[in-house]
């Protein structure tokens, strides 16, 4: 069964760090794109970050690019979310989610518009 399980989330002030993760289990990552996506309070869900198979480059949202990094490592089956310079605003729920990528998508790096599996959830909270 594919499962996907986010840790990581805390309270952190402002201009602080956190590092979460994204551990998948019943399957390999080495076929997935990876998701990183975050939902606060009252608004939608939005996606910060993206990694294709491939790893051959991500895809960050504007307002977390130079602060969020996404990376991966296949071996361990994981995907990560370096989150440096908290801002109040990026407090909320953060889910990773998976989606398989073949053929020509998988040779050009695409990260796709849906995804198929989803984690928990890990709460992230930035405040004083």
């Known amino acids: 069964q594919l499962q996907l399980v986010e840790s990581g989330g805390g309270l952190v002030q402002p201009g602080g760090s956190l590092r979460l993760s994204c551990a998948a289990s019943g399957f390999t990552l080495d076929y997935y794109a990876i998701g990183w996506f975050r939902q606060a309070p009252g608004k939608e869900r939005e996606r910060v970050s993206c990694?294709?198979?491939?790893?051959?480059?991500?895809y960050p949202v504007d307002s977390v690019k130079g602060r969020f990094t996404i990376s991966r490592d296949n071996a361990k089956n994981t995907v990560y979310l370096q989150m440096n310079s908290l801002k109040p605003e990026d407090t909320g729920i953060y889910y990773c989610?998976?989606?398989?990528?073949?053929?020509?998508?998988?040779?050009?790096?695409?990260?796709?518009?849906?995804?198929?599996?989803w984690g928990q959830g890990t709460q992230v909270t930035v405040s004083s």
């Open positions: 989610a998976a989606a398989r990528i073949e053929g020509l998508d998988a040779v050009m790096g695409v990260c796709p518009t849906t995804f198929d599996s």
């Open positions: 990694i294709p198979n491939s790893g051959s480059r991500t």
